[in-house]
């Protein structure tokens, strides 16, 4: 009998004390992110500068590999203390479906601790990390967002709004489902912007959404919207296309 090839790669991710978080795979396991990730939050938030300061205490990294002596995939998971609350969040980016929770380990770095009171003071200079942009960012399997290479059908990047209603376990699904397929389906960078009706009911009635969970391409135009389940390929393949 023939097995599936396990799918092995590093992951990234890096948080801000806004809750936006940016992230990446890395097939090769070769890349170092961190500053990749920073310069993309300089680009999408408007930065002066990238936020490197963030690294010791927003960051979160998974590994999987292929244990040949047991033959079977493993993964290590970990995260950095402010990171630590957004583990339902890393799992929806991260987790496979066979295992939709990671068994993180919270990292403490004593050569770079986590400081709370240093990052304090760049807060002045970097506002827009203390905003909630509601921004889920994927760098596309680590491709740096300097090098993304379009298809000629296809515009730079995609801007979406995913609606929902309240912080639910449906809802936690419906985020990952859409990541995966988004992630399979795009060659260019995507926004993924997550609105709960209940808090932004304004936000809805501008996209016109009558349920939950509704995507909406905002981004190219014209506007498209798929109401419902999220997990059809070819459902999310005509809202794609132009």
Known sequence: MIGLKPVLYKGLALLTPGEDVVFCRDASKQGQWHRSLCEALQQLLDLEEPPLFLSPCYTAAVDYWFDEEQQCLRVAAEVYPLAWPHRPLLNALFAPAHQPTLPWQLVQDSQHPC??????????SFPQLWEHHQLIYDLQEATPLSSVA?????????VFRLYVRGETHAA?????????????????????????????????????VQATPTLVRVYPQPVRRLVGHLDNRDRLQRLLSL
């Open 115 to 124: 400081d709370v009171q240093a990052l304090e003071a760049y807060r002045s």
């Open 150 to 158: 379009p298809r000629p059908s296809e515009p730079d990047r995609y």
């Open 172 to 208: 936690e699904v419906a985020l990952k489902n859409l990541h995966d397929l988004l992630s399979r389906s795009l060659k260019v960078p995507y926004t993924l912007k997550v609105v709960d009706v209940t808090k932004q009911p304004d936000l809805a009635e501008e996209d016109q």
